[in-house]
C-alpha cells in the first residue's frame, strides 16, 4: 500500500512578492543538501482526513497552530510512490522560533548507536523562485498552483 502525507503550503507577501514557508527536513541524510530538499510541512496519515492530518503534522512540525482560508491543492506522487495532498494558506508566521517532534535512527549505520534528530532542522521564508530550486522537486507543482489560483 503507497503512503499518504499531508501538509500545508503557507505563503505571505512581503512588498507585493509572493513568499512560501518551507521545511528542511533533520538527521544525517539531509544535513549538507539544500537544493532539491525543502518540502512542505508534511507527515503521514492513515484514515484521517487529509486536511485534518495537514493541519495536525504543520503544528508537529513548526510547532504553531494554523487558522485560516485553506485552499485544496492537486495531490501529487513523489518518486517514491507517496501520495501528497497539500492544502495552501496564508500567513505571515514568524518562523524562527519553530520546534520539531524529534526522531531515532541509528547512526553511523549498522554501528548500534541510535541517535536523536529533529524532524525539521529549518523553516524559512523565500521568494516564489527560489523556493522552487530548494523544495522537493514533485512539490513545485504546489508552488505554481498557489501561483495560479492566488497571484
Not at 513548526?62 to 482560508?69: H, K
Not at 532542522?121 to 523562485?129: G, T, V
Request: proline share 8%; with cysteine; aromatic share 12%.
Amino acid at each position: 500500500m503507497n503512503k499518504k502525507s499531508a501538509g500545508l503550503l503557507v505563503y505571505r507577501f512581503r512588498n507585493k512578492i509572493p513568499e512560501f514557508l518551507l521545511v528542511h527536513p533533520g538527521g544525517p541524510y539531509f544535513s549538507k543538501k539544500d537544493l532539491g530538499a525543502w518540502s512542505v510541512p508534511k507527515g503521514e496519515f492513515d484514515d484521517e482526513d487529509p486536511l485534518s492530518a495537514a493541519k495536525r503534522e504543520f503544528s508537529e512540525e513548526i510547532g504553531l497552530p494554523l487558522t485560516g482560508t485553506f485552499i485544496e491543492l492537486c495531490p501529487i506522487v513523489q518518486k517514491g510512490g507517496k501520495t501528497v495532498f497539500a492544502w495552501a494558506v496564508e500567513c505571515d508566521l514568524d518562523s524562527t522560533p519553530f520546534r520539531s517532534n524529534t526522531f531515532q535512527i541509528e547512526w553511523p549505520p549498522k554501528s548500534g548507536k541510535f541517535r536523536e534528530y529533529p524532524e525539521i532542522d529549518k523553516a524559512e521564508w523565500f521568494p516564489a523562485e527560489i523556493a522552487k530550486q530548494k523544495i522537493n522537486l514533485s512539490q513545485v507543482v504546489f508552488i505554481e498552483e498557489v501561483m495560479g489560483k492566488v497571484m
